[in-house]
């Protein structure tokens, strides 16, 4: 094996990741997941079995999916000095190279590859490879007793198939909390719009397990939305390099001319922009010459920018995968740029619905049973009147018969910092943390939950009980006028109602809004009336 002068040195976590899959391979697995977050280092993991894999003489078939990968896993094997063929149009076929590195594209038009002995079956990106046709026939048919490895950033997939109904186990890197507590990731900041003014997503269907496009374009590719998040990305993150993740091209390029039309250089890629165009434009972002990049699916996988500091969601999704490949695109470090941290402006609201990457805090392997629509557990809300736990499609209490309203105006609002669960259970800082009680707090009045749903969604968030005093001016602040004050005081009766609380909760809860003896003035006026 010719080794190449500048072999990539793997991080320890690597090196005990690939011992563990060896030890399930001696344990006698022959079909393993190898999961490692974005920015974890799959490249260089996955260059490191293929070595492992060549000096011992065995042959191993490498499948992507997209033609822009069959490169990128080129270079990487030739950094490790690797001699490959290719299941490629357009691509040197050497049959004899102990590597092939196949397109399942063009594995449908060709069969050759059926009796070429492979011992070792690579799939990147294994929620999508494995899954496919020509990955389910080379696992159950013309390769069934070779070794079956499947690497992806996010095990869990749309759809009712899942990794774990076709494999046996899995190994895995550190989660991503970890890997940023060790530095090998960025630290993040969120921004994000109030559920409520976002694009309403009721009307839009749902197919093969996500969002229909057509529909989401209706909702999402709308000009003041568009306006609104070049506004919020020159408010909060101007001058850094940003991608966007759009519905589809048009809103893209739509995307892209109102940045232009800011005086922004903004530019687009799509499935159609040809292998060296997209080099030349990602090299650009990388070098500072171009401040965005937007695209419908291109960037999600496949594109590697330390660089890039900003991630703008724009595409609301139900896909588990889709959410956390788009966000490990700004997790990566890059200290040699400055990059101090990577920042979400999430307009899809995929965040709240989906999750944050600091609270994964263990990766297992999904089967058929443990599936949803979203490739995990269904999520769920709790009722605000009586606090049971129901799935979050309940429109109706069962216990107490609230209905949670479905009619939601869009407001183009200010973004406001959000923070993961494991974010905020680190905040010290109490003015923010009383920051973050009063967005609960808002919330909860806004769609007339009771107060009791922000102790809970405040406690479920920083782990922390809210101190009363913390209460004081969350809804109008510090002075609320006396018509403001009616309205506490008829959402704190409408509550009381709902929760069975007797008068005097309405009286300590209401002074602890607006303020000691503030209870009495509101009572006069209450009776004047």
Known sequence: MTVSSSVPQLRPYQIDLINDLYRQLNQGHRK?????????GKT??????????EAAGH???????????????????????????????????????????????????????????????????GHITLFSQ?????????????????????????????????????????????????????????????????????????????????????ACDRPELVEKIVQEWQRLTPGKRSIAFCVDIEHAHHVAAAFRQAGITAETVDGNTPIKERRQLYDALGAGELSLLTSCNVISIGFDEPSVEVGLMLRPTKSSAMHFQQLGRVMRISPQTGKECGIILDQAGNLQRLGFPEDIEEYTLPTRNQSSSGG???????????????????????????????????????????????QARQIKDIPTLIQLFHGHRRRAFKQGYAPTWAERAFFE??????????????????????EEQRLILAYLQNSARRLGKRADWVVREFEREVGPGSWESVAQLQKSR
Request: charged letters at 20%; hydrophobic letters at 40%.
């Open 32 to 40: 393993i997941a190898i999961v490692a977050g974005t920015g974890a």
């Open 44 to 53: 260089i993991i996955s260059g490191q079995i293929c070595a492992h894999a």
């Open 59 to 125: 042959r191993l078939m490498f499948l992507v999916h997209l033609d822009v990968l069959v490169g990128q896993t080129y270079e990487k094997m030739k950094a490790f000095g690797l001699r490959c063929g290719f299941i490629k149009a357009g691509w040197e076929e050497n049959r004899d190279a102990p590597i092939q590195i196949a397109s399942i594209q063009t594995m449908a038009k060709r069969r050759w590859w059926q009796k070429w002995p492979a011992d070792v079956v690579f799939y990147d990106e």
């Open 134 to 218: 020509v990955g389910k026939k080379v696992l159950r048919q013309t390769h069934p007793n070779a070794v079956h490895l499947a690497m992806t950033a996010t095990p869990l997939r749309l759809g009712k198939e899942q990794l774990g109904d076709y494999l046996d186990t899995l190994v895995a890197s550190p989660v991503p909390s970890t890997l940023q507590q060790m530095g090998y990731l960025s630290t993040m900041k969120y921004y994000s719009m109030p559920l409520d003014s976002m694009a309403d997503l009721k009307p839009v269907r749902t197919v093969r397990g996500d969002y229909d496009e057509k529909d989401l374009k209706t």
């Open 376 to 422: 995990g557990a269904a999520p769920t809300k709790p009722c605000p009147a009586c606090g049971r736990i129901v799935y979050a499609f309940i429109v109706k209490c069962p216990d107490c018969g609230h209905q949670w309203i479905q009619d939601r105006p869009i407001f183009v609002e200010d973004m406001v910092e959000i923070y993961s669960n494991d």
């Open 461 to 482: 968030q920083c782990d922390r009980v809210p101190r009363p005093e913390w209460t004081h001016g969350s809804l109008f602040g510090s002075r609320p006028t006396m």
